[in-house]
């Protein structure tokens, strides 16, 4: 296993961590888990048990996600350690890190814009194993109906719509993300 580092954060949410290696950032523990900080502490220790904290860019990562859950940061410009993924997976990766804060695309359209047109479901599968959701923004990421499908973060579908609404997304009373209305 590679050296890694830790930071951990509060935001009204609750508490959140961050994982890092010396190439980027590795892993973010959102702040929906109901954990508390010697908790968190010890489950980010206990999957990286060479971790230090507030190494590499885990500090900076901890106060990035602190200030996007405050409602003041709207771009990350980390580097992210994507390792552990295929190509197309880095692929998926980096179209769904282009979509803007408070902008949605479809399964589909990461698929076109990563160059696999046809590996709509494929994304889906990338999304729900992502480990850097936020700045990986999966949250933004709904299907062509405008339907929430899945959010594998913790609190499911209302994690992802908490988000949405954060970023001023509007929804119908049906519950679908409008677009372009």
């Not at 900076?60 to 993924?85: C, I, M, R, V, W």
Request: charged share 20%; aromatic share 10%; glycine share 12%.
């Amino acid at each position: 296993m590679k050296e890694t580092g830790y930071a951990l954060f509060t935001t009204a949410y609750g508490v959140g961590g961050t994982v890092s290696s010396r190439a980027g950032l590795v892993e973010i523990f959102l702040p929906f888990t109901g954990l508390n900080l010697p908790d968190l502490r010890a489950e980010i220790v206990r999957r990286y048990p060479d971790a230090g904290e507030n190494r590499w860019f885990s500090a900076k990562a901890a106060e990035d996600l602190q200030s996007y859950f405050a409602g003041n940061l709207t771009e990350f410009s980390l580097p992210l350690d994507l390792e552990h993924l295929s190509a197309f997976g880095k692929a998926v990766c980096r179209s769904v890190a282009a979509i803007g804060y408070g902008e949605v695309r479809t399964y589909a359209e990461v698929a076109a814009a990563s160059g696999f047109p046809r590996a709509s479901r494929a994304v889906g599968g990338v999304m729900a194993a992502n480990r850097l959701p936020v700045v990986i923004p999966c949250h933004r990421v709904v299907s062509s109906g405008g339907s929430m499908c899945g959010y594998s973060a913790p609190g499911g579908v209302a994690t992802k719509r908490l988000l949405l609404e954060m970023e001023g997304v509007m929804f119908s009373s049906f519950g679908k993300v409008k677009r372009g209305e």
